[in-house]
């Protein structure tokens, strides 16, 4: 194998070095997850100078500080902090075919930087294994061209090591520190090499400065009006700077320069029965609002049943036409509660209506899991046209790509299995769903999902959240998607779902969901990023929100809730 000569890994690490990145740092640095750690400015200086683009490259663009560096990472990591460019023109390994780092790992063997698994025992490189300390040393050894052990036997814990000598070379160029730098002198050399000790170690071999942020801007919450009458959702037409607010009792209400304008948008309360878990409960925009003036407001009427009905603004705009009413779609209930309620427009302008399981406990008439009924469901329907003239009740296009069209089941039906969906939304940046299902009597469960994913079952009423409810069904669990998030009694009785924050005021929450209990009145959040949930989180400097009803977004992106109690809220920097 060819080796890179000492003279070119002084220039590049001279490079390296002239081209460290001096920008100032957002608050709270480039990643959320590592704030205070011990390597975070070592951490932010390798993703300044482009060696980290995060977790999984290209994937996404986090860091993952505490997960175990593999050898394919490795690979990329040094290919990046040297500039490697010659694979030595073949394939170095069998066992990295088709892995995402295949150039990087031969690029390595081509410098003469890994010899193989176990060196000199063999020569390949087993990509997915995690690198220990000493095989770390080792790789950074022949990277840099250290040559000077210092003097002698650093350390006492690699004594008889393979490479006690590559150890002892990397702590005389100061390197290494120790197990946890800088808390001890012990190299450790059989312990895994984490990311976040990864960027220490790259970034004293390349020279970098670390970059300490600036602490992250903290949250708190402000009360944007008061006065409202059982508020239970707030949104905004796109492009539009007003904040329309429902409320249960059938009005909707429009908050302008943070001013609770006097006369209602919209006055259906004569159509709507308001007690108990009925009402007013949804507003849509449709996505050509400034140009049709179209809307949607989602209700329980007078006979108990569901209803979605489409209006349109009139020539004030700030007043609806309530002469221009038209029924799009009607569900029987057979309860009073449960209803669900909520309604938006996905990306795609179809639109989405949350329903119920019809009520009463436990899901007496079984409709979580049937098909044939359109409760207990998210429904997936077209609002421009109608797939169904003679029916007065249904004034809607059922979407060709809806997953029970041409088989068994309600052609609106998009996703079921769930139990009372008060409250779900749809993050358009990572394209996932995120659905607060309100759980019976021991679980509250955050269903997170690709918007894109459809007929997924979520269990509902054979599992209340992750566990088994109803053991007639045998509790099967296959076909089912369960919950990312669940909780107990001890931590709420009745989950609202919330947002994904993607507003610019708190940089370090960009990305994360946030949901609330509405019997805890306290915030709680946490991010999903491939197929796991990180950073969960209470905020309890954030309590005392009452009993939160519901959430919004303006069209900056900023996060607003509602309580009962009358308040609109907005989360918000802190002085």
């Not at 075919?97 to 000199?120: K, Q």
């Not at 077209?382 to 003679?390: I, L, N, T």
């Not at 007065?392 to 997953?403: K, L, Q, V, W």
């Amino acid at each position: 194998m060819r080796r890179i000569s000492f003279t070119l890994l002084v220039i590049a690490v001279v490079l390296s070095v002239a081209g460290t990145a001096l920008a100032e740092l957002p608050p709270g640095g480039s990643f959320v997850d590592d704030d205070g750690n011990v390597h975070e400015g070592f951490i932010e200086a390798i993703a300044a100078e482009g060696i980290t683009r995060g977790c999984n490259p290209p994937i996404n663009d986090r860091y993952c500080p505490d997960e175990l560096v593999r050898r394919d990472q490795m690979a990329a990591f040094l290919v990046r902090a040297l500039g490697l460019t010659d694979d030595g023109g073949k394939d170095w390994f069998a066992d990295d075919d088709g892995s995402t780092f295949e150039t990087d790992v031969n690029r390595l063997a081509a410098a003469g930087i890994t010899a193989g698994c176990n060196p000199p025992v063999n020569d390949n490189f087993c990509p997915s294994d995690t690198v220990t300390r000493g095989q770390m040393a080792a790789f950074l050894v022949r990277a840099y061209g250290y040559n000077d052990p210092g003097d002698g036997d650093r350390f006492v814990d690699d004594d008889g090591n393979v490479f006690e000598g590559d150890i002892d070379r990397l702590a005389t160029a100061g390197v290494t520190l120790g197990c946890n730098p800088p808390v001890n002198d012990q190299f450790c050399p059989y312990d895994r090499v984490r990311r976040d000790q990864m960027a220490s170690f790259l970034g004293r071999a390349e020279g970098l400065t670390p970059m300490v942020p600036p602490p992250p801007v903290q949250p708190e919450i402000e009360v944007v009006v008061t006065g409202l009458s059982s508020p239970v959702f707030v949104t905004s037409p796109v492009g539009d700077d007003r904040l329309f607010v429902v409320e249960k009792t059938g009005y909707v209400r429009i908050v302008e320069n943070e001013t609770l304008v006097t006369t209602p948008f919209l006055d259906i309360h004569d159509l709507v029965s308001a007690g108990g878990e009925q009402g007013l409960l949804g507003l849509a925009f449709h996505p050509d609002y400034a140009t049709n003036g179209q809307f949607y407001v989602s209700y329980t009427d007078k006979g108990d049943d569901s209803r979605v009905v489409e209006y349109q603004v009139s020539s004030d705009p700030d007043r609806a036409d309530e002469a221009t009413a038209r029924n799009i779609l009607e569900v029987i209930q057979p309860a009073t509660n449960h209803n669900g309620g909520m309604i938006l427009f996905a990306p795609d302008g179809y639109l989405m209506v949350g329903l119920g399981d019809g009520g009463g406990g436990g899901d007496p008439w079984e409709n979580g899991q049937n098909t044939a009924t359109l409760l207990g469901s998210l429904l997936r329907i077209g609002v421009d046209g109608d797939d169904f003239p003679s029916d007065a009740g249904r004034n809607y296009t059922i979407p060709a790509d809806n997953p029970f069209v041409g088989a068994a089941g309600a052609d609106e039906i998009w996703a079921y299995g769930l139990r009372n969906p008060w409250r779900f939304s749809i993050d358009e940046t990572a394209d996932m769903i995120y659905i607060g299902d309100v759980g019976q009597s021991a679980w509250e469960e955050i269903n997170v999902a690709p918007a894109h994913s459809a007929g997924l079952n979520y269990g509902w009423n054979s599992f209340e959240g992750n566990a088994c409810y109803d053991a007639g069904d045998g509790c099967d669990r296959t076909g089912k998607t369960f919950p990312e998030v669940a909780y107990g009694r001890s931590e709420g009785v009745a989950v609202t779902g919330g947002y994904v924050y993607r507003g610019t005021d708190l940089p370090s929450l960009v990305g994360h969901y946030f949901y609330a209990d509405y019997g805890r009145g306290v915030l709680r959040s946490f991010r999903y990023l491939g197929g796991q949930v990180y950073a969960e989180r209470t905020w309890p400097e954030l309590r005392n929100l009452g009993s939160v009803s519901g959430f919004g977004v303006d069209d900056s992106g900023r996060l607003y809730m509602v309580n009962l109690g009358g308040q609109l809220m907005r989360l918000a920097p802190a002085d």
